[in-house]
């Protein structure tokens, strides 16, 4: 579905994306995963066929995406981190609007409507104006508009940026409901988003690929179940005691205790087996002994350790 080698972008003498190569299936979620500036975006932009690339080649469904640019683009639905929305028209009046921007026909929009406005949750938004939308619902549809025109492959920058837990647990089902029917390549700096939605992790470091494969490829390469923060009200200490005996966990320390009543914050260190089970497995044991949880995430620092740890075994490769 997606064939890229050699990939490389310059702005000026600033190097964005350095010879990137890799392969995504038809029907597969893939994700780029990085830090803040590692080549992400500039590289899904090149993939959407809006930028050109200083050196290598894109293939989307056999299409060259330097070559034949406007063929590509029909086959590709992108969302940007920043919702393109006209915020004064409705969700059906924007959605009709854009399917006819992309060439269907009148008819045709009104047929495909109903499912995409069902697919993406916004069947009982369709008459709002989009401006009176969530932050959560107006991601969605920044989606729906990128599914419209029933693409091969949809393209979603940071696409739980800026939402809150819940609204993140409902969009990752969005987008792992996507596949399948679609080849969705999304771009995201959290290590739990990508894990829990895509198929293929693809790392980026620099503007290089440093690692590719599935969640267990990865980490079996670092032998390393990773840090994760949870969120958690009650008492700390017996917060702690309930998940210090699990299989799952290696390590349990209280990194924030507030006062009575407030959030206090456990970093817990994973057996590494299976990342996103064992996270399952530490809510239900906080939650089924009384604790509430409200935030779950990758502690701050685990990226970037990643990537340090994954670079330093490529130079032993070496």
Known sequence: MIEVDGLTKYYGDIRAVSDLSFSIERGQIAGFLGLNGAGKSTALKILAGFLLPTAGSVRVDGVDVVAEPEKVRRSIGFLPEEPPLYKEMTVRAFLTYLGKL?????????????????????SQH???????????????VGIAQAIIHDPSLVILDEPVSGLDPLQRVEMRKLVRGLGGDHTVLISSHNLLEVEETCDLLLMLGDGRLVAQGSEADIHSRIGTGGSYEFDVRGDVAAAADSVRGLDAVTE????????????HELTVVLAGQDRSGEVEQ?????????????????ASNELEDLFLKLAGSQEAEG
């Open 252 to 263: 349990v320390s209280v990194t924030r205790a507030g006062g009575e009543g407030e959030v």
């Open 102 to 122: 992309r060439g269907m026909g009148g008819a045709e929009v009104s047929a495909r409507l109903p499912s995409v406005l069902e697919r993406t949750g916004l």
């Open 282 to 298: 530490i809510v239900g044991a906080l939650v089924g002994s009384g604790f509430g949880v409200s935030r779950v995430e990758a």
């Open 126 to 140: 369709g008459d709002r104006v989009i401006e009176t939308l969530s932050l959560g619902y107006r991601k969605r």
